[in-house]
């Protein structure tokens, strides 16, 4: 059997799997969280120990990265991670391929999850599609024609800094009511604890967050996209708020994708895609309503969850192998 | 040599063309205005005359279409005419094959132009590229790996729809703020028409708009995008302030689009792109401030003006030799 070996370099947590080639089971997958003062190196040394743990002596014919940063596909270079320092112009592909001897081949997370839901996942059988991940950022990755489009410096899919509100809330990026500063669990999360800590008398007073305040046992701090979801879902309405303000930012920029591609079909995938039912009615019917009438638009949640990235790596892998 | 017949069904204008394969010449050119009350019939009467007047007894070896409208390419028929009536699923493609005999190619005008300023025009060399045309109305069309790319339905491209401000005024569409409410050149004039309409007193009294006024003689009726320029060029403050806030509308859905597709060059077309340097340095600036720092941005004036759905419709009828 012919064996491919997979790399997911997420922001907070590393995995690693192995499968034969045709497969779409792992042979063995691991999986670890990358420490809070983590670097390159000592991510690097990590994916290492995963590696070695799950080859034993075995030998894969061809290694895929999926990397939670801008990558430079075309040399397998990173350019940065905006979670972990140390990963700047770090040559990923050939220092892997140095190490192992055998094809490397790197792109990011977003290209490489949408890679993966495209040949294993809701994207089976769809030659254009547009997968967005909906987490502690918002990114996405595009098929076109059946193949990943990177655009010519490799940034494309960068939906989540696409404006929709001028007026909205500052993000990081210096623009005001971009996608990812709507919807995205971290900025979520963010808002929900600056409305509490602001006139918390008067909101007490009104019950305001009541039920958002009961899920952390009243430390604020404790508050996540995960419990801003949470706690919509029991209908406190300042979670639901900012929730589904959330959604309709999505929706729009969703909309606005739909009329500017057109392509077969949007995966969504990401944590803050679990949130309920009402959250996708929320961004199917703004996107709907931002579309033009004549703009088809299927709207589908990715069905390899946080598998995704590993098995787009797979799939990168493997087209290394048919190529050469 | 190997003729090709070019035809131009615009919104208020036809026009027909044929040069040699391989040419970048006219042989012939023919434009006429089509008159108000025009259909889809009228307008096929006098585009027959047109070609039988070019052509004489020539035959064309192959006919190319920009049709300003929704299309569906793969089978030649046009949806509808925004702006003339009667052409809702007219058979194009079959019509003209079964009149002349020879293999015909429709695309919608935004889609044409493209290829044309791809093969022909600023867009030479360039696998990718967006082409937007800023005028009557706001649409573009890809070029993605030197080729169209049309999306499933064949409605890619609509950044016309595009809402980038979801607080501005009401559109056609049904949303607030899409590019195309505030950067073309009808809504321009119709909102510069509906300010000096409003409050004429007060505004007469601070001398707003008194340029745009002599222009046209008093008579807002005659306000055009094109009058809106020229006022805007005088230093007619209202004429800027609406001319710069569709800069600045169009800049916000470059921006995105950058951040999204990463697209070598944007080009741009349409009458409303001549409306000077200070319209383009708006457009450019904010264009830059929208699209994230890593994402390259390149924006230039079309090379081919009101000639581009004709030679794209060359570039069309081309490809049909080749690939048949």
Chains 1, 2 share one sequence.
């Not at 010519?152 to 210096?174: F, K, R, T």
Request: overall charge negative; aromatic content about 6%.
């Amino acid at each position: 059997m012919t064996l491919i070996l997979a790399l997911d370099f997420g922001g907070t947590k590393l995995a690693a799997a192995i499968a034969n080639v045709g497969s779409r089971q792992w042979l063995r997958c691991e999986r670890r969280f990358s420490p809070r003062n983590a670097n390159a190196s000592s991510d690097l040394e990590m994916m290492r120990e995963l590696i070695h743990f799950l080859l034993q002596s075995a030998k894969p014919a061809a290694i895929g990265v999926s990397f939670g940063g801008p990558v430079d596909a075309t040399t397998g270079t990173v350019r940065l991670s905006h979670h972990v320092c140390g990963w700047e112009n770090i040559r990923l592909k050939d220092l892997l391929e140095a190490e192992f001897g055998v094809f490397v081949s790197v792109d990011n997370d977003a290209n490489v999850a949408a890679l993966g839901e495209h040949r294993f996942g809701a994207g089976q059988g769809y030659e254009s599609l547009f997968y967005i991940t909906v987490s502690t950022g918002v990114g996405g990755g595009w098929i076109l024609n059946g193949k990943p489009w990177r655009g010519v410096g490799g940034m494309a899919g960068e939906i989540g800094h696409m404006v929709v509100d001028p007026s909205g809330p500052m993000c990081l990026c210096g623009k005001r009511g971009c996608v990812e500063r709507l919807a995205s669990g971290v900025y979520m999360a963010r808002d929900v604890r600056e409305m509490l800590e602001n006139e918390p008398q008067r909101r007490r007073e009104r019950r305001e967050g009541e039920i958002l305040r009961d899920l952390v046992g009243g430390n604020l701090e404790l508050v996540t996209g995960r419990v801003v979801s949470e706690a919509a879902g029991l209908g406190d309405e300042l979670a639901e708020q900012i929730l589904y303000r959330g959604a309709w930012g999505l929706g729009v920029g969703i909309g606005n994708v739909a009329n500017l591609m057109n392509p077969q079909r949007f995966v969504l995938g990401g944590s803050v895609t679990k949130a309920g039912e009402r959250w996708w009615e929320v961004v199917r019917k703004t996107a709907r309503e931002t579309a033009l009438p004549e703009v088809d638009l299927e709207i589908v949640p990715a069905a390899l969850g946080d598998d995704a990235p590993l098995w787009g790596a797979v799939a990168l892998a493997q087209s290394t192998l048919i190529s050469s």
